[in-house]
């Protein structure tokens, strides 16, 4: 919870009126009433005030103002025993310098990343992995074999195949005799992933301006998502994480690809000094810059998905691609691609509903073109000249258009030929959700209220999970603090980290444990998964746990589907990856049910469970795997070569502000 004054405001201008009154209108008989009026009104706000100065006087209530569970201090954070409450992440500090407006920016993010048309397929949009409480409970068609294995494994060892159904019987993959105990007998064992299917495998040809299915080839997939020669869509390799309270992390992804500064074009940050942009410095004169926008990593990740060949994309395709498809080309006459073209908006959208076209689909402004013309300054779109790129990816500028035109419409551009807004839609695509996804803050749970001094905001059993939470097993805890350090609830996130940086020498926000990342942790052995570390010694993030009752199933490889599962996994001293694991924790069987409860309900924010501002959003059709099971699928009769299945859609409804009554259900409810 982000705290005011404005109680206190309130209470000080309520005295200011009352004694104004007094003063205004004392007459003999007002008098006679007034005075004691007044010091029963005064009295009573100033009991109120007390409550007021009481709560801020008592933050951190029992337990947490004695936690034992401690993660090693940092320079920004040099009292983790005294945890601040959660604290809004500075935006970029050179934001300014590229966005000129940014309500636009905020509905150019949202459209975009709720959008099907930025698929190469036409339907697979950012959030058909996001679209329930950041994550995708989707349980069909969701297993993804040991691709990133030492040795790849294509072999699909739950459920025997691709497209299966999976069940609450499936889980956890690394099945004891005895959940409490490490070391009895293993009764099942897999290297399998639950994640989130994305696209069909196929090679692009090129995007289509103003289509919103770009020209690809299909492909046998050499990865196994296929059911008798028949691809199927591919799932990605890792469980999918939220996009709710991103904005906290210093680095993205379970292995921190997707850097903390973003420079324009890709994950790498920093570490890329070849990542340009072009800017126009003249109408007719372009110049390839570097740039370089701190507190980014967010947009550093959105420039990944969109071109995965597991989640958005066909292999090969470029951004500069997907800006040619959405933006408008006069001189080619052809019709832009409206923003959520396919989609409704609810008219009562947080960001999006003044411009909804309800009960016609998509946005009241008619191309992207618009948005990003007024969201950003004129010299990262605005040029006459073009872009060309030779068979080897080198662009070269080619100075043309010489009418009155601001910019390069009215010139038909052959797929080599870029614009400079086509050129930029990395820039803009990646500021632009990352706008949108750092609103997604879930800073009212219960937790949040109680660590600002609502003592009534949890319930007994919550507070109990809570003491367990942040005491180490010296005092009886399950010392969860120490990695999932609060108010963020992980040590990985911007506050913890400050000062720190990618480019400094051996990594540190990743080789450090300190900043979050922790080795050879026991869920899966290194040769299933490295991370960001080798096939000896895996390295992952420790995850927020905010809204974690809603975003099953857990871990990086989705491996367990309860929060049961999870705290007897710590309760037995973790070790599944075979591994000698740590002591036991010994919890209670009471013990493990608070914290199950605190985990549950504590950290649910009510607005995310019922899809409320600002987590309301468009209608979206996820594909929920295909007619069929993992022996038989049937074709979709597509003709660009290898035979896919027949997607079997679901529809997502739009959600305006007030959000929706009844919860949708969780992961395998």
């Avoid at 034992?68 to 934001?95: H, K, R």
């Avoid at 969201?375 to 073009?386: L, V």
């Avoid at 059709?621 to 070569?641: E, K």
Wanted: hydrophobic share 35%; charged share 20%.
């Amino acid at each position: 919870m982000i705290r005011s004054n404005t109680a206190l405001a309130i209470l000080i201008v309520l005295i200011l009126m009352l004694f104004w009154i007094y003063l205004r209108y004392k007459t003999r008989i007002l008098s006679r009433y007034s005075r004691p009026l007044a010091i029963f009104v005064i009295v009573s706000l100033v009991s109120a005030g007390g409550g007021i100065v009481s709560a801020q006087v008592t933050r951190n209530p029992t337990p947490l103002n004695n936690i034992t569970s401690l993660p090693p201090t940092t320079s920004g954070d040099p009292t983790p025993a005294n945890p601040p409450l959660l604290t809004a992440v500075a935006e970029p500090s050179n934001l300014g310098d590229f966005v000129a407006d940014q309500t636009a920016l905020l509905k150019l993010g949202k459209a975009l990343f709720w959008d099907m048309q930025l698929g190469s397929d036409g339907v697979q949009s950012c959030a058909s992995c996001h679209f329930h409480a950041g994550v995708d409970n989707r349980s069909k068609n969701q297993i993804s074999p040991g691709v990133l294995a030492s040795v790849k494994d294509k072999t699909f060892q739950v459920g025997g195949g691709a497209n299966y159904q999976l069940t609450a019987a499936d889980f956890p993959f690394h099945k004891l005799a005895d959940p409490n105990d490490r070391t009895s007998t293993v009764i099942s064992d897999s290297n399998d992933v639950a994640s989130s299917q994305g696209v069909f495998y196929s090679v692009i040809k090129d995007t289509v301006p103003g289509q919103a299915v770009d020209s690809t080839t299909s492909k046998p997939d050499s990865d196994g998502f296929q059911v008798n020669g028949i691809n199927v869509r591919r799932v990605e390799p890792r469980n999918t994480p939220t996009v709710i309270d991103t904005i906290f992390n210093k680095l993205q992804f379970w292995d921190g690809r997707a850097k903390e500064s973003f420079n324009g074009v890709n994950i790498k940050g920093a570490a890329d000094p070849s990542a340009k942009v072009y800017k126009a410095t003249k109408p007719n004169q372009l110049t390839a810059v570097s740039v370089s926008l701190n507190n980014s990593s967010i947009a550093s990740l959105v420039t990944g998905p969109l071109l995965s060949e597991f989640e958005t994309s066909a292999e090969g395709r470029t951004l500069p691609q997907v800006g040619a498809k959405f933006l408008r080309k006069k001189g080619q006459r052809i019709k832009s691609l409206r923003p959520l073209g396919k989609q409704l908006v609810h008219q009562q959208d947080s960001v999006l509903g003044s411009d909804s076209r309800s009960p016609q689909t998509g946005l009241a402004i008619a191309s992207y073109d618009q948005l990003i013309r007024k969201a950003f300054k004129k010299e990262w779109w605005k040029s006459k000249s073009i872009i060309q790129v030779d068979s080897n990816g080198t662009p070269t500028i080619l100075a043309k258009n010489n009418d009155d035109n601001e910019s390069e419409e009215g010139q038909t551009l052959p797929a080599n030929q870029f614009s400079l807004r086509d050129w930029n839609f990395s820039l803009f695509s990646g500021l632009a959700m990352q706008k949108y996804m750092s609103t997604l803050v879930s800073g009212n749970t219960p937790f949040d209220k109680f660590q600002a001094g609502n003592i009534n905001a949890l319930t007994d059993q919550e507070k109990s999970g809570l003491t367990v939470f942040v005491n180490n097993t010296a005092n009886g805890g399950g010392n969860c603090n120490t990695c999932h350090t609060i108010p963020e609830f992980t040590r990985a996130s911007v506050r913890r980290t400050a000062g720190v940086a990618s480019t400094d020498p051996s990594d540190p926000l990743i080789s450090n444990a300190t900043n979050g990342f922790f080795g050879n942790y026991g869920v899966r052995p290194a040769s299933d998964d490295p991370g960001a570390g080798n096939t000896t010694t895996s390295l992952f993030k420790a995850p927020a746990l905010r809204n974690i009752g809603l975003t099953a199933p857990y871990m990086h490889n989705g491996g367990m589907a309860t929060l049961e599962q999870v705290v007897d996994f710590y309760n037995r001293g973790r070790g599944d990856d075979g591994g000698p694991g740590v002591p036991p924790l010994n919890l209670t069987d009471a013990k493990k049910a608070d914290l199950v409860a605190f985990l549950r309900k504590g950290l649910t924010d009510q607005r995310v469970l019922l899809e409320q501002a600002p987590f309301d959003h468009p209608q979206l059709f996820i594909p929920n795997g295909h007619p069929g099971n993992q022996n038989s699928v049937t074709s979709s009769g597509n003709t660009n070569g290898t035979p896919t299945a027949t997607d079997q859609p679901v529809e997502i409804p739009a959600v305006g502000r007030n959000g929706v009554t009844t919860p949708k259900p969780n992961f395998l409810e």
